[in-house]
């Protein structure tokens, strides 16, 4: 054959690939099982996947199905996941995205419909983003995770995905300098369009690849841009390569990763409640970010990641942590200062009198409650989200009420009943 009839035969064999809209990848049985996953959510930082981690996700599909959404690169997950990490699955199936085209698939909507775990592998989260946003995909996968707890993960662009708000890098990458001297550059997209509903992540900003190269300072310009923009609590989690942070269904969160024997790192972020105004002293377009607050702009949970992942962090409250440090990170004329720090202190707090405390139920619950009243007689009914912010307010003018709780994201509360007799509160979990 010449050389150019080889030439040729590649181009066709490369048209034939672009033009499908999709391409599968499948091991296992083609038999769907009847199965309950436990939902959750594993963000893992990039370079390579952390098998301990791996094996928290895929626990929780509870033996089921697992679909890979991806946008480049083709089966390297099948094997992995079904047969390499010992967890017990009915199948694996790697689906790859080769435009917008395949959103509107019949077979790929019921493959997201049964699937028991989605994981996002790496690539360009553009793509993810431009391919599926405002599409059957995205609203597939949050029904998902919201109707049949779903567990989601991804690595490196998978993870970026998870937050919301999201770095988009619609214009590409930014680094932490480009940033920092410029925190409206075109690089730095930060997008608050509707995407992922992933549970406990809302107000969050993710990051990853965050010890090569180093993003801690782009990260806090997304935290600011936040702030500035839509005047969000926000909040960031980033993980080092080789880190991986998993998320169950009550907020908890382990950290996995190599430590002692690597310095594997995860980080929780949170702009400092208690200032009265966190808003950056100087965040506009072509001057460098100052974000300083005496020191305390950005109060930080750093916690090592192991093979245990007995270090954890609980993000129903973004207060208690185990095995990690607390830090206040800060910007300085475009320059990231780090300095030892203490938790913040602005939850709403609980009263401890047992006698008093009404029921609320389920608790657990989904889109309603039932709130049940005794010894109280409330005139308001208040629910706060774990950072103390308030999400209703209604009036109690009855013993027993019902209040729909749908517009609420998946979470912890504090529900507080504001009477004559004094203020009581009681945690629920959606």
């Known amino acids: 054959m010449s050389k150019t009839s080889i030439l040729l035969a590649v181009l066709l064999v490369n048209f034939a690939a672009l033009s499908q809209p999709y391409t599968t990848y499948f091991t296992g049985s083609s038999m769907d099982v009847i199965a309950s996953p436990e939902g959750g959510v594993c963000l893992m930082g990039g370079a390579t996947e952390d098998d301990e981690a791996m094996k928290w996700f ?70 993810y983003i431009s391919f599926w946003r405002d599409s059957p995909i995205d609203s597939l996968i949050n029904k998902g995770i919201e109707n049949r707890d779903v567990v989601v993960g991804g690595i490196s662009a998978g993870m970026a995905i998870l937050g919301n708000p ?19 550059d075109s690089d730095v997209t930060v997008d608050n369009t509707p995407f992922l509903d992933a549970p406990f992540m809302e107000n969050v900003i993710t990051d990853t690849h ?35 942070v998993c ?19 995860a980080y929780f972020l949170q702009v400092n409640c208690e200032l009265a105004d966190p808003t950056p002293e100087n965040c506009q377009s072509g001057l460098a970010l100052d974000w300083n607050h005496g020191g305390a702009a950005v109060k930080v949970y750093a916690v090592k990641g192991n093979q245990t992942g007995q270090n954890t962090f609980d993000l129903s409250d973004w207060q ?40 609320v139920f389920p608790n657990p619950g989904r889109d309603i409650i039932n709130i049940s009243f005794t010894n109280l007689e409330p005139h308001i009914i208040e629910i706060y989200s774990a950072d103390g912010r308030l999400q209703i307010s209604t009036e109690a003018k009855q013993k ?31």
């Open 320 to 359: 208690t942590g185990n095995g990690g440090l607390w830090k206040h990170w800060y910007i300085d004329n475009g320059v990231l200062q780090e300095i030892n720090g203490s938790a913040p202190s602005c939850s709403v707090s609980l009263d401890e009198d047992e006698d008093e405390k009404f029921l």
């Open 400 to 430: 027993e009420i019902t209040i729909s709780t749908e517009r609420l994201h998946k979470g912890s509360y504090i529900i507080r009943a504001i009477s004559e007799q004094g203020n009581q509160s009681v945690s629920w979990v959606k």
């Open 210 to 244: 965050y010890d090569d190269p180093d993003r801690k300072g782009r990260h806090m310009v997304f935290l600011a841009r936040m702030v500035k923009d839509n005047g969000l609590i926000a909040k960031g989690i980033a993980c080092d390569e080789y880190t991986a």
């Open 247 to 265: 998320i169950d269904e009550n907020g908890l969160a382990r950290i996995y990763g190599e430590f002692p024997s690597s310095n594997d790192n």
């Open 58 to 127: 895929l626990n929780r599909a509870d033996g089921g199905d697992v679909l890979v959404l991806r946008t480049s690169g083709s089966d390297g997950y099948n094997d992995y996941m079904y047969s390499q990490l010992g967890i017990t699955l009915n199948s694996v199936e790697t689906i790859v995205f080769n435009g917008t085209f395949a959103v509107n698939d019949a077979y790929i909507h019921q493959k997201i419909k049964q699937a028991e775990a989605i994981w996002f592998a790496g690539g360009d989260q553009w793509n």
């Open 166 to 184: 999201y770095f988009s890098a619609q214009n590409g990458t930014v680094i932490s300098g480009t940033a920092l001297s410029n925190p409206y």
